[in-house]
């Protein structure tokens, strides 16, 4: 008989019961007391932020979700009287690289690529040696401007490289397309876009474009939408500074102007055009200049206009006004005649003609053509001092003359009480010295000959033009002070310098041109440099019916031959012969005319 073994049997572990317990109701209250200031503080929390906050939570969304484009500050076009360009704003970049984001196109999202990949790629785009982008990007990481100026055609080449980490930054660039032609009349804008001379300095407000805030906020799915944009904001103007000059005439008259002050190894030259029925100039040029493009290549000394801005004896130039004056007064008739004795003393001063001659019993118009100055003394002595410095005031010598052009100053004029009690004032203030003006002014004056006695005001901008526009030629203006007669009689005395005095080379066959020579010395402080002079030449055309005054000045020309007439007047031949072409000025003698084209 055999055995079974049985597995053992095993016991069921009993399990715990834990008697309940009756909680005890204070703790109850603790718990429901804690639950309660809890959602007492949730709420009281919400409506802070949605009662108190509202405003500062969302004004912050907004920031965040608001993107605000500032003005570029761009400015307006200058234009000359024609349309040709002159001053502009060009789209120029600047170019940020960012190291720590530097990636290429088809690389992993995550890769970071080193430096010397990207300026591998970014040489050939900027021309630019790939060794100096290495060493400008150094061990930074972010932030660093490797180019600026950069034109629109290599920013979009670096766009195409579609490189991560490098940023383009829109700004625009003020460019002068006509290089030192305009600068003594523009201006320039310094790196930071601030106006430093010029019209840019003097018009900035006007030059600057309507331009504001723009704010844009993104939607929900990222779409731009308007925000809280005001009226106008989206508006931008095409107006340009329409300017009276002519491109053409100054670019012959800073030429011409140019290649006699080197001739004569003078200090600078000036050369004005005015339209004399108006004020509009159509050419303000001088020399040396400079590129306002790259101003800082030349000294500060060249940013000013001499031709506004610096005084000078006018000397002969000045003698037709006197006599214009005298005749007004009727202290002269057209028909009398001085008697030139060669040298006088006035006041225990000795005054003389330059060439120290006798000239004998002269008409006027001999003196002019002569430049004498003991006649011009003589003459002027008819007219009372008290009337004569009156006239001198009321032409403004010592006022600045009201004009656009930038830094215009005023002349210097003795006072009443020293012109009237010392005889030698008026004596020297006969021939043009012992008073100063500058070259603006002298061809204002002479405009005032030119026009019938009407005193304009020089200017050189039309105003602005939307588009293409351009404005017509201004209407005649100005006070009457001179009467026509007065005017016409000084005017054929002029015509005379040219045709028989010192004037003889701005003759041109057909046409009548009026003219007077001058050879001033030069007073610094109140005292006469010895062997400086300003030689110049003032020219008003065509004689029947006067339209343009031309003035060309020079200051210290070197040499004993330097005069009026040989270092003046050539660049105002050059003009002339210029200003006749452009302006299209039919001839006033055609049969003079084709007989020289004829021979």
């Not at 204070?26 to 809890?38: H, M, N, P, S």
Request: glycine share 8%; charged share 25%; with cysteine.
């Amino acid at each position: 008989m055999s055995t079974t073994a049985r597995p053992p049997v095993r016991k069921r572990a009993r399990t715990r019961v834990v008697p309940l317990a009756q909680v005890p109701t204070r703790r109850l209250w603790i718990v429901f007391l804690i639950l309660c200031a809890g959602l007492t503080g949730l709420i009281g929390r919400m409506a802070w932020l949605q009662v108190v906050q509202t405003g500062e939570l969302e004004a912050r969304a907004r920031r965040l979700q608001t993107q605000t484009s500032d003005p570029l500050g761009q400015r307006r076009p200058i234009v000359d009287r024609t349309g040709r360009l002159v001053a502009m704003d060009e789209v120029r970049f600047r170019l940020w690289a960012h190291p720590r984001y530097f990636n290429l196109p088809g690389d992993d999202p995550g890769t970071i690529r080193s430096s010397e990949d990207v300026v591998a790629l970014l040489s050939p785009a900027l021309a630019r040696p790939a060794a100096d982008l290495l060493k400008q990007l150094g061990q930074e990481r972010s932030g660093v401007k490797l180019d600026e100026g950069l034109d629109p055609d290599t920013a979009e080449r670096i766009r195409a490289l579609g490189i991560s980490g490098l940023d383009l930054e829109a700004y625009p660039q003020r460019v002068y397309p006509q290089g030192p032609l305009f600068a003594n009349v523009v201006g320039f804008l310094n790196d930071e876009r601030v106006p430093q001379a010029g019209l840019e300095q003097s018009r900035d407000d006007d030059l600057l474009r309507h331009e504001q805030s723009r704010s844009l906020r993104r939607g929900a799915d990222g779409t731009p939408l308007p925000d809280d944009l005001a009226p106008g904001v989206f508006y931008g103007d095409d107006l340009r500074l329409q300017l009276t000059l002519d491109a053409r005439l100054q670019e012959l008259a800073v030429k011409a102007l140019a290649a006699q002050v080197a001739k004569w190894k003078a200090k600078k030259g000036a050369a004005i055009v005015m339209d004399a029925t108006n004020g509009e100039l159509l050419v303000l040029a001088s020399t040396p200049t400079y590129d306002p493009n790259s101003y800082w290549r030349f000294p500060p000394a060249r940013f000013r206009e001499w031709s506004v801005q610096d005084l000078y004896e006018p000397g002969s130039t000045f003698k037709p006004i006197n006599l214009a004056l005298a005749l007004q007064e009727k202290a002269i008739k057209p028909e009398d005649r001085v008697h030139d004795v060669g040298q006088l003393t006035i006041g225990g001063w000795p005054i003389n003609n330059h060439d120290k001659k006798a000239n004998g019993l002269v008409d006027f118009a001999t003196v002019l053509q002569v430049s004498s100055n003991v006649g011009m003394v003589q003459a002027m002595r008819r007219l009372p001092a008290e009337a004569y410095w009156t006239w001198m005031n009321r032409l403004g010598i010592d006022r600045r003359p009201d004009t656009d052009l930038p830094g215009a100053v005023a002349g210097q004029l003795k006072t009443k009480e020293q012109f009237t009690t010392q005889p030698i004032e008026p004596a020297t203030s006969a021939f043009g010295q012992g008073f100063s003006l500058t070259p603006l002014k002298l061809v204002q004056l002479h405009a005032l000959l030119a026009n019938g006695g009407r005193l304009v005001s020089p200017h050189i901008t039309r105003g602005f033009r939307s588009g293409d526009a351009l404005a017509p030629t201004a209407a005649p203006s100005g006070q009457q002070l001179l009467s026509p007669e007065v005017t016409r009689t000084v005017m054929a005395w002029m015509e005379s310098v040219v045709d028989k005095g010192s004037g003889k080379g701005v003759k041109t066959p057909g046409y009548r041109i009026g003219g007077k020579t001058g050879t001033a010395q030069k007073a610094l402080n109140g005292i006469y440099l010895p062997g400086a002079k300003i030689c110049s030449f003032v020219a008003t055309l065509p004689i029947e019916d006067p339209r343009y005054v031309v003035l060309v000045v020079v200051d210290e020309p070197q040499g004993g031959n330097a005069y009026g007439s040989t270092v003046a007047v050539p660049v105002a031949k050059q003009i002339i012969d210029a200003l006749l072409v452009v302006e299209k000025t039919m001839p006033s003698k055609p049969a003079e005319l084709n007989k020289t084209v004829k021979s």
